[in-house]
């Protein structure tokens, strides 16, 4: 009767650890929503800017998830003005970071990558959709590009890369060079220069949290 009682336990027991080993599996996955959000947090919280890189290559897939991640970004009017250019010839690089004090740190990344804005919209005046299209200025296409990049940034530190935003718009003297190195196009714009590659290490990102930058109900 003894032997009988212990084995009922040790049964008893082994269906508990079961049960709390898969219930424990099932809370995980009950909930995606909340991983996919820590997952999400932890890549913006961790973005940072990067200016060192090893010469690590970064593969043709996450290169196209990288840019597949920058045009997914909103845009007003859904007008999507962004053209992107990437470059990973580093004798190129002279012309593309001109007077850049970081240039030879640049040289290490495995790509860079020119954000480039249509600061025009060609389509049917809104009033009459079925008349012919016509071009007029785009009055957003800063926000969307500005979008644009912060995606690609997020998109590069969730893959463990690296990159810096460097200014490109709207200084003459940084967008002159490119502009003519790249033969834009008049009605386009070289807005962003990003350098990307593997982190060589030692940036970090920023704890930029500032109680008195937010307001509630009022200023
Ligand atoms: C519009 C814009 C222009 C920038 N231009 C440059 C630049 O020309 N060179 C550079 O090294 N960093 C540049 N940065 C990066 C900022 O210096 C950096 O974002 C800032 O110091 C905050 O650091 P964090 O990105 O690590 O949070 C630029 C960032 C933005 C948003």
Redesign the pocket.
Known sequence: MKKQILMLSAALLTLAAMTAACCGKENKSADPSADRAEATIATIMQ???V?SYTADPISDTVMETLLRAAVAAPSGMDIRPWHIVVMTDKSQYDTLFAG?F?LEKFKQSSAVFIFCADTTVTRPPRENPQAPAVTTPNPIWRDDMGACVENFLLAVEAHGLGA????CYPFPNQMEPVRNFLKLPGNVVPY?IVPVGTPAGG?Q??D?WDTTRIHYGRW
Not at 164 to 167: C, I, L, N, P
Request: proline fraction near 7%; charged fraction near 40%; glycine fraction near 0%.
């Open positions: 973005r940072k800017s200016r850049n970081n810096v935003w460097t200014a962003a940036e990102p920023k930029k």
